[in-house]
């Protein structure tokens, strides 16, 4: 079965340091994959993602993401991280068929930046 | 653009209580649409989803049902609330196709008592 794993459920880093969130996943077939951001109280917000060719993607808000299809990853950086960039982030595989995309997410990783 | 609205923003019901949120799309026609609910801490499950009007198939089995009786207005509903299904509720379109990216509204926060 399809299944996300994004292993760090908090994730804390200093204003202007980088990041990297790590994002798994497990599917059959050639994937296509989603990050999303999600602020308090909000829905979620695309920032990038990726459905073949080059598997270093780019996003909104400065993120880009690198696909390794031998890791079975999607992670996602930013070389230098803003406090407006605190927020929730999901990393999700599309597994439909039949004309709809069945988004599965992973639990999240909240972002905490500090000053 | 494509737009979507998602109402009531917050909701408190009563356990036994029935249960009506809305979710419309606007500049854009045919979409796929979908109910998830995020509960706390936990990432998103998908509830409904629909390909067309009168189209519904469902997720998993829940006290929840979903209707969509005009292209572009999709409907959550229950006839009796559960204290289970409190929950933050999120409405989403995508175009057809198999890898289109969902678009997602702001949600509505349901806290049953």
């Known amino acids: 079965a399809q299944s996300v794993t994004q292993p760090d459920i908090h994730i804390t880093v200093s204003e202007g340091a980088s990041l990297e969130l790590r994002c798994n996943y497990s599917y059959g077939a050639t994937p296509y994959l989603f990050w999303y951001v999600q602020s308090p109280g909000q829905g979620l917000q695309l920032l990038l993602k990726?459905?073949?060719?080059?598997?270093l993607v780019q996003g909104i808000k400065g993120f880009e993401a690198e696909f390794k299809r031998s890791q079975s990853s999607f992670n996602l950086r930013k070389p230098s991280v803003h406090w407006s960039d605190a927020a929730e982030y999901f990393c999700?595989?599309?597994?439909?068929?039949?004309?709809?995309?069945?988004?599965?997410f992973g639990a999240g990783t909240r972002l905490a930046v500090h000053p | 653009s494509q737009t979507i609205h998602q109402w009531p923003a917050t909701l408190v019901q009563p356990v036994g209580s029935p249960l009506s949120l809305e979710c419309t799309v606007e500049?854009?026609?045919?979409?796929?649409l979908y109910w998830y609910r995020q509960a706390a801490g936990r990432g998103l499950q998908l509830l409904f989803y629909s390909v067309g009007i009168g189209q519904i198939s469902s997720e998993v089995p829940q006290n929840l049902s979903a209707s969509r009786p005009q292209d572009r207005q999709f409907i959550l509903s229950s006839k009796k609330l559960l204290l289970s299904d409190s929950g933050f509720y999120l409405c989403?379109?995508?175009?057809?196709?198999?890898?289109?990216?969902?678009?997602f509204g702001n949600g509505t926060r349901l806290t049953v008592t």
């Open positions: 999700a595989v599309g597994a439909g068929s039949g004309g709809y995309n069945k988004l599965i």
């Open positions: 990726y459905f073949s060719g080059d598997t």
């Open positions: 500049g854009t026609s045919n979409p796929n």
């Open positions: 989403a379109w995508s175009a057809q196709g198999n890898n289109s990216p969902l678009h």
